[in-house]
């Protein structure tokens, strides 16, 4: 079992709808990210949490919003997405503060928007 | 910006072969991290090297960082099924932001029975 558990598993959304996808961890890890994957693709960084301020946002759209209402929770609120946005969405944690911190990845929300 | 060039994308062997995955790169990076991803699950760390020139040993895996810490190369002996699953190999930079790990385009492997 991973440490970092995320929910939901599985989400179909429309394109007007409103979502939100929850990444836990409970290792005392200061970082905490969104990584967005698609099939046989690596994973693409999309912001980075440190100590609970946002420390990078990779350009992502306005539709995906995040939040880390504490040090083991990180929220993704996702609005009006497009059918380019399905994939799947890993949340990982570390240690932070180096490189060399390795990442624990949650097993990703499956997202799909119709 | 910071690249690693992975290879072969994708390897399909059978069982008990060997194979050697390879990540490229011009530029010089702080550590090389070696993950595996098996489907319906998330990357899970198997190895991470700093120093030039380091090779680590996980049973039948064999990693490689290169001396001057811009390559870092996998090695499977006698693969088995269990060995199937996308490799991705990721560096952390020098001087860059602590958090952002450059990820190669990842090794998708399968072993045939």
């Known amino acids: 079992d991973t440490e970092v558990t995320q929910t939901p598993k599985h989400l179909v959304m429309g394109m007007t709808n409103k979502k939100s996808l929850k990444c836990e961890q409970h290792?005392?890890?200061?970082?905490m990210y969104w990584y967005k994957q698609k099939a046989k693709k690596p994973p693409e960084l999309m912001f980075v949490?440190?100590?609970?301020?946002?420390?990078i946002n990779e350009s992502v759209p306005s539709r995906f919003s995040p939040e880390c209402p504490n040090s083991s929770l990180l929220n993704l609120h996702l609005h009006a997405l497009q059918p380019e946005d399905s994939a799947l969405y890993l949340c990982?944690?570390?240690?932070?503060?180096?490189?060399?911190?390795?990442?624990?990845f949650g097993n990703g929300t499956r997202l799909t928007v119709t | 910006t910071q690249l690693l060039e992975q290879s072969p994308q994708f390897l399909s062997i059978q069982e008990g072969e060997n194979l050697t995955v390879y990540c490229n790169s011009s530029?010089?990076?702080?550590?090389l991290q070696w993950y595996r991803q098996e489907p319906g699950e998330g990357p899970v760390l198997l190895v991470t090297?700093?120093?030039?020139?380091e090779v680590k040993k996980l049973k039948r895996l064999t990693f490689q960082f290169g001396d001057a810490r811009k390559d870092s190369s996998l090695h499977i002996t006698a693969a088995q099924p269990g060995d199937t699953g996308l490799y991705l190999c990721?560096?952390?930079?020098?001087?860059?932001?602590?958090?952002?790990?450059?990820f190669g385009k990842g090794t998708l492997l399968t072993v045939n029975p």
């Open positions: 990982a944690s570390s240690q932070g503060g180096r490189t060399n911190s390795p990442l624990h």
């Open positions: 290792m005392g890890h200061r970082a």
């Open positions: 949490y440190s100590y609970e301020k946002l420390s």
């Open positions: 530029s010089v990076f702080s550590s």
């Open positions: 090297v700093v120093t030039g020139g």
């Open positions: 990721a560096g952390g930079g020098s001087g860059g932001s602590n958090y952002k790990l450059t």
